[in-house]
C-alpha cells in the first residue's frame, strides 16, 4: 500500500473499498483528488476544500488519511530493515574469515547475532503496530456507520418536527367545527396559511386562493428535501464531535486492563497500558506525560527505554485540541523534508510532494510557495539570487546572534542559544545533533571533526558548583571548602563521562536540586546515575529523553 503514487482512480476505487458514501466519493472525485494529494490534506480542509459536509464522513475520511500515513511510514520502516537484515548477512563472521584465503576484518559473532535480535524486535513492533491499526480501522469504521445511521434518524425526526409543528399551528387556525375563523383576522390567517409546509396546498383550497397564483408570487413555499437543507451552525456539529469523542474514549479507557504496578507513580491495581518494553503506566500517569509532550516538543517521539510509544492512544487521553495539536507536531517531527509558510507560519510536509512535477505550491493562505529554497516564490529570480536578497533582510538577526554568541541549526535554520551543558546540541526543532563550537555533525561520544573539546571548560565548573550547591540543599548545609573543592573535582569527571555513560538510573526519595537536563526541580525525588557518570535527573528524562548511554 504506497498511497502516493496512486492516482485519482485508484483513490476513488480506494474509496469505495474502505465503505466511504457516494456524497463523499463525489467530492474527491470532483476535486481530482490523487494519492499524494490525500496523504497531505488536513483535518479541516476536508469541509473548507473538499466541501464535505456530513461530520461522521469527515470524521472517517481523517481516521483513514491517518492510518494510510501510517502504514506507509511503517512501509519504509520494513524496507528499511531489510536493507539492515542484508547488511548483517554480509558482515564476515570471525572464524568463517579466518578460514579464506582474504583475511580482512572479523566481526564476533554474538555482535551479529544481537544485530538480528534489534532487527527481529524492530520487525516485531512495526508488526503489532500494523495489527493495531487494523484492529483500530474496524472499530472507525463501525463507529462511522453508526454515526451515519444516527445522523439519517435524527434527521427524520426532525422533518417530522416540523411537521407537527405546522399541523399544530394550521389547527389552531381553525375553529372545533373545522371552518374558518370569519371577520377582521381574516387576511392574518391567510398570511398563516401562506406560511404552511404540510397543507398549505389544502389550505388554499378551503380558502378560495388559486393555487398557481400563489406559488408564483410566493405567498405559499413547497417543502423543500431534506437533503436540500445544509446544517450551518458550526457550533452544533463541534458539540456532535465532542459527544462521538467522549463515546469513543469512554469505551477505549473502559477496555484498557488492570496492570500490577505503574511504573511512574508505582500505585497498584489500576487501568493503565502495557509499553512495548514491558513497562506499565497508568491511565494518570500516560495522561500527564502526553500533555507534558504538548507543552515540550524536546520529549517526541515519545519513546520509553529507547523503544516507541503508539501516539495514536492520544486522542483517548487527552482533550481534541492537544490531541490534534500533539498529532501536527508528530508530523512535523516525522518529516525528512519541511517548510513553514512565510505569510502564516502553517507546516507544510514536503515528503508528499513531487518536486519534478512542479517546483512551487500554494498555500491554505494563498501565498504561493517555492519548494527549492522553501520561500515565497521568485519568478523573476534564481533560488541564489532569492537566497542573497533575503539573507540581507536577516543581516539584524545575525549581528545580534554574532554578539549574543547564539548558532545557527544547519539542518533547519533554527537559532539556539547554550547556557549551560557541553557542546553536543540536539536541536529542539528538528533533532539534528551536532557540535556547538563548529556546527559540525556530532559523531559518537565526540565531535564528528575531533578538534572540539566536549565540554567548555567555565561550562564545565559552572556544572559542577550546581551539582554540589545541589548536594549542600540535600544536606541542609555547607560542605567545608576544602572537601567541597574536591566535589567539585569529582563531579566535573563525572560529567565528562555523559557522552559515553551506559546509564543505570536508581529513584532517590528526598530533595535533589534540579534536574541536569530539564532544570525541573526535583523537591519530594529524582532519578541517580548509579553508574559513571553520576547525573541526577526528573523522572520524565531518565526514561523518556536521555539514551540508554550517553546524553544529549
Not at 434527521?155 to 371552518?179: K, T, V
Not at 537559532?415 to 551543558?421: A, D, N, P, S, V
Amino acid at each position: 500500500m504506497n498511497p502516493t503514487s496512486w492516482n485519482a482512480s485508484d483513490v476513488e476505487d480506494w474509496a469505495r473499498r474502505v465503505g466511504l458514501s457516494e456524497s463523499t466519493i463525489t467530492r474527491l472525485s470532483e476535486n481530482e483528488v490523487d494519492g499524494p494529494t490525500l496523504v497531505t490534506l488536513e483535518k479541516d480542509e476536508l469541509r473548507s476544500e473538499l466541501g464535505i459536509g456530513s461530520l461522521p464522513a469527515r470524521r472517517y475520511l481523517w481516521d483513514l488519511i491517518v492510518t494510510l500515513r501510517s502504514y506507509q511510514s511503517s512501509s519504509d520502516h520494513t524496507a528499511a530493515i531489510d536493507v539492515f537484515e542484508e547488511d548483517i548477512e554480509s558482515l564476515p563472521l570471525q572464524g568463517i574469515a579466518d578460514a579464506s584465503a582474504g583475511g580482512g576484518m572479523e566481526i564476533d559473532e554474538e555482535v551479529v547475532n544481537q544485530l538480528r535480535r534489534d532487527a527481529a524486535q524492530q520487525r516485531q513492533i512495526i508488526s503489532d503496530h500494523m495489527m493495531a491499526l487494523r484492529i483500530q480501522s474496524f472499530g472507525t469504521q463501525q463507529t462511522y456507520e453508526d454515526a451515519e445511521l444516527a445522523r439519517a434518524e435524527g434527521d427524520r425526526i426532525r422533518q417530522l418536527s416540523i411537521q407537527c409543528e405546522f399541523d399544530q399551528r394550521y389547527a389552531q387556525s381553525l375553529d372545533r367545527r373545522g371552518m374558518e375563523r370569519p371577520g377582521a383576522n381574516h387576511e392574518e390567517n391567510r398570511a398563516q396559511i401562506a406560511s404552511l409546509f404540510g397543507l398549505s396546498i389544502q389550505a388554499c383550497v378551503r380558502n378560495k386562493v388559486n393555487v398557481s397564483e400563489a406559488l408564483a408570487n410566493g405567498q405559499i413555499r413547497v417543502i423543500p428535501r431534506l437533503e436540500d437543507i445544509q446544517v450551518t451552525n458550526e457550533a452544533e456539529e463541534d458539540q456532535m464531535e465532542e459527544e462521538i469523542d467522549m463515546i469513543s474514549t469512554r469505551d477505549f479507557l473502559d477496555n484498557l486492563p488492570i496492570i500490577d504496578q505503574c511504573h511512574v507513580c508505582l500505585e497498584d491495581e489500576h487501568q493503565g497500558f502495557v509499553l512495548a518494553c514491558d513497562h506499565c503506566m497508568c491511565v494518570r500517569c500516560t495522561r500527564e506525560l502526553f500533555s507534558a509532550a504538548v507543552q515540550d516538543s524536546s520529549l517526541l517521539p515519545l519513546r520509553c527505554c529507547e523503544i516507541p510509544i503508539d501516539m495514536s492512544i492520544n486522542r483517548h487521553i487527552l482533550p481534541a485540541r492537544d490531541a490534534e495539536t500533539l498529532t501536527l507536531r508528530m508530523s512535523e517531527r516525522e518529516a525528512s523534508s519541511k517548510m513553514y509558510c512565510p505569510t502564516c507560519n502553517k507546516f507544510i510536509n514536503l515528503d508528499y510532494v513531487d518536486a519534478q512535477e512542479s517546483t512551487e505550491l500554494i498555500c491554505i493562505c494563498e501565498t504561493v510557495l517555492c519548494i527549492r529554497c522553501k520561500s515565497k516564490s521568485h519568478p523573476r529570480f534564481t533560488c541564489v539570487e532569492n537566497k542573497a536578497i533575503m539573507d540581507g533582510d536577516d543581516t539584524i538577526l545575525l549581528e545580534v546572534a554574532r554578539q549574543e554568541g547564539w548558532k545557527q541549526c544547519r539542518n533547519c535554520n533554527a537559532m539556539i542559544e547554550l547556557t549551560h551543558g557541553c557542546n553536543h546540541i540536539t536541536c529542539s526543532s528538528c533533532r539534528h545533533e551536532f557540535c556547538f563550537q563548529c556546527l559540525a555533525p556530532w559523531g559518537d561520544r565526540t565531535c564528528s571533526t575531533g578538534a572540539c573539546e566536549v565540554w567548555d571548560e567555565d561550562r564545565l565548573l559552572a556544572a559542577g558548583e550546581a551539582r554540589v550547591a545541589a548536594e549542600e540543599d540535600a544536606l541542609q548545609r555547607p560542605i567545608p571548602a576544602v572537601a567541597r573543592e574536591q566535589h567539585v573535582q569529582r563531579a566535573m569527571l563525572a560529567l565528562r563521562e555523559n557522552e559515553g555513560c551506559d546509564h543505570e538510573w536508581v529513584r532517590r526519595r528526598g530533595y535533589l536540586g534540579n534536574c541536569e537536563r530539564c532544570d525541573y526541580e526535583l523537591n519530594c525525588y529524582g532519578m541517580r546515575c548509579v553508574s559513571d557518570c553520576e547525573s541526577t535527573v526528573c523522572y520524565t528524562c531518565a526514561n523518556f529523553r536521555i539514551p540508554r548511554r550517553g546524553w544529549r
